[in-house]
Every structure is written in C-alpha cells, then in structure tokens.
C-alpha cells in the first residue's frame, strides 16, 4: 500500500513524527519491530519539564518529581544542588512511548507493530513478522529506529561517533525522592545515577565505554541491593551523524545520534528533531520535490534549533575523558562557591547546557576551571 510518509521505530520520536504529519493529513505509517509498545525500556526516565512537555501527553506516566541533584566524586567532594522548584520528572517510559502513539493513532497513523524493516528498495520498504512479508511505498521515510538504525545501515550512512553501553536496574532502598544523585568516578568516560523513582525505590544505572558490567556490580553493591527489578541493557550514540538526510529519507532522534552527551538523554531532541522532519516531510509532499535539496531544509532546522547544544556538548563531553579524579574533584569543590551555585540553578538546563556555561564564564572564580573550553574556541558554540 502507497503512504505519504513511513516512520521506522515508535519510540517518541517516531510517535511524534507520525502524529505531526497525521494531523496535516498525510496517510502516515509507523512500523514497530517489538510486539508492545515501549517495550523493552532502555531509558532512565528522567526528563526536564521541557523534555516531558514535547510529548504532549497527561502527567498519568509520571512516577516522581525533582527539584535537584547531588553530585557524589569518588574521592568524597560533593555538592547539592537543590532548585527548590520542579525541574524534571521521572517517568514510565513504556506508559510515556503507549500514550504518545495512542494520540498518533487518534489522529490517523496507522501502526503494524511485529514488523521490521530489512530492505529499502527505491521509494518501498520490505517488511516482514507478523503480517507476513510486505513491500510498502512512500513518497518520505522517516528513520527513528534508534541507536543501530537498522536504516541507516542499509544506506551505508556514516553514524554517530561515540557508542556507550549501558546498563540499570530499579532496587529498593531509602532516598529523598526530590534529588537525583550523580556518581561521576563510577564510571570514568561517562557517570553512573541513581533517580528516586518514588518513596523507598530508585533506578540505578552506568554508561560507559569499558568494563560496564564490572563497574555497575560495584556500583551496586554500595547499596546493599539483595534483589533488582527490571534489569535492562542499552545503546547510547553520541556525536551526530554527518548528514541527517538522504535517499528521500530523514534521520531522527539516536538514529542520527542527537542524544546529549552531556546527560545521555534523547526525548528532547529527539522528539523536536522528528517534529522538524515532519514539517519537512509535509513541505516535500505539499510540493512533491523529494530531492536532497528538499530533504536539507530538515538539517537546517534541527541545526537552527538545537545543533549548537550538541557540538557543545560533544566538546563538553571529550574534556570528561580526560579528567583526573583530583580534577574533577577540585570541580566539584569550585562549584560550591555561592555566586556559582546561584548561577547553576538560576540558568542550568538539562537539555540546553550551553546557557549556563555562557553565564559561568562571566564568573571570575569559573576562568581557571573553564580555561580549556575557552582555548578550544567554545566561544564561537555560546
């Protein structure tokens, strides 16, 4: 069967890409390769109020709410920052990808999930599960099949530049359900978390590039766990693909590595990239030019929107590689200071980080701590 637009992977970015372009009416479809769903999660579920607002969705998935983190070093340096305000939520994930593709639904996607996608022939997919082998024509193909696009590969597109695993599992154990606690030595190329998922109950996690394994059974013996719930495993792309378009196809979401690698977290820019493709896809169709020129007016508008936060952040992300525990430390401690901790929380921001480092530059006792931004250009990002 013919469609306008096919999107590969329901996640909240396929879901809001299928309802933008429902909505204008373009006969829409989105395949799902798993049975259910949000199934499996492979998602801390902490979002910033401004990632949790893009979905558009009731507060029904939301399990906590916090206003803060503390940020634990190995070598004992902490520091709390406590906004006494909501700043995220921590959410269902499952319940959070059900309900952004129910409202895609209402508005006429239509969904064949037990499908994948294992060749692009022309403008027609094939698909095979559970109805059988098929071949669906589109005149726009909207790739948010995640981390390993599946797409992507079949394009022989260039990816993202850095892949992390991860791995977490939710536990028993007493928090103060308004902090998120940060565990950056526990994980030496990224950090580890652990987020209150309610009164008595936290998630904890670790991304990295080695010994993941190893370091999560460290970790989570330092909270005495005798019984985990919902062990998971994942893939985290950081650094964006070369180019996000091509083939009559746009890159949206992990599958074009727009997760920030200053956090990890992808709703946010995953859900707006799919909304820029979207509005994409509905101007190729309104015009019925399909061609790369067409297709780059999408990398102009995530580029405008959010392109600067990730190349800052990617920048953010090489220096961590590359710091001591004593340095990061002595961060941690610089952080403290009252006029710098009044400045992280008047203007931190969990999805677009490059406002407080402009605020923090300005700050005389952040020069020496920001010198190595400072000498590697970041000006030209803020």
């Not at 909240?12 to 798993?34: D, F, K, R, Y």
């Not at 590039?209 to 998971?232: C, D, M, W």
Request: aromatic residues 8%; neutral net charge; proline residues 5%.
């Amino acid at each position: 069967m013919p469609y306008d637009v096919i999107i590969v992977g329901a996640g909240p970015a396929g879901s809001a890409a299928a309802q933008t372009c429902a909505v204008q009416g373009l006969s829409t479809l989105c395949i799902e390769e798993h049975g259910t769903i949000g199934y499996p999660v492979q998602c801390a579920g902490l979002l910033s109020n401004a990632a949790f607002s893009e979905c558009r969705i009731t507060d029904r998935p939301v399990l906590n709410r916090v206003s803060g983190a503390r940020v634990i070093t190995g070598t004992g340096s902490e520091i709390l920052i406590d906004a006494k305000i909501q700043k995220a939520v921590v959410v269902d994930r499952a319940a959070v990808d059900r309900e952004m593709a129910e409202s895609a639904a209402e508005a006429g996607a239509e969904y064949r999930l037990k499908t994948s996608v294992y060749g692009v022939e022309g403008n027609t997919v094939l698909t095979r599960g559970a109805y059988g082998h098929e071949e669906h024509t589109f005149k726009i193909l909207i790739a948010a099949d995640g981390p390993r696009s599946t797409i992507a590969r079949l394009y022989g597109m260039d990816r993202a530049k850095v892949f992390l695993a991860g791995i977490q599992a939710d536990i028993p154990h007493d928090c103060d359900p308004r902090f998120v606690e940060i565990y950056p030595d526990a994980s030496p190329e990224f950090f580890a978390w652990s987020i209150p998922t309610g009164p008595g109950r936290i998630r904890i996690g670790l991304c990295g590039q080695t010994r993941v394994r190893k370091r999560f059974a460290e970790l989570i013996k330092k909270f005495g766990a005798a019984s985990t719930t919902h062990l998971v495993t994942g893939t985290l792309p950081l650094g964006l693909m070369p180019r996000t378009y091509g083939h009559r196809t746009l890159f949206v979401g992990d599958a074009a590595g727009f997760a920030k690698p200053t956090s990890g977290g992808g709703v946010y820019t995953g859900i707006r990239s799919a909304r820029h493709a979207a509005a994409t896809a509905i101007g190729c169709c309104e015009h019925g030019i399909f061609d790369d020129p067409a297709l780059a007016e999408y990398e102009r508008r995530w580029q405008a929107d959010f392109g600067r936060e990730l190349e800052l952040g990617f920048r953010l992300f090489g220096m961590r590689q590359k710091m001591s525990e004593e340095e990061l430390a002595g961060i941690i401690q610089a952080l403290r200071e009252p006029s710098i901790l009044a400045a992280i929380i008047e203007h931190g921001d969990m999805d677009r980080p490059g406002r407080l480092i402009k605020k923090l530059m300005l700050n005389p006792g952040m020069i020496p701590l920001l010198k190595p931004l400072i000498l590697s250009g970041i000006r030209s990002f803020l």
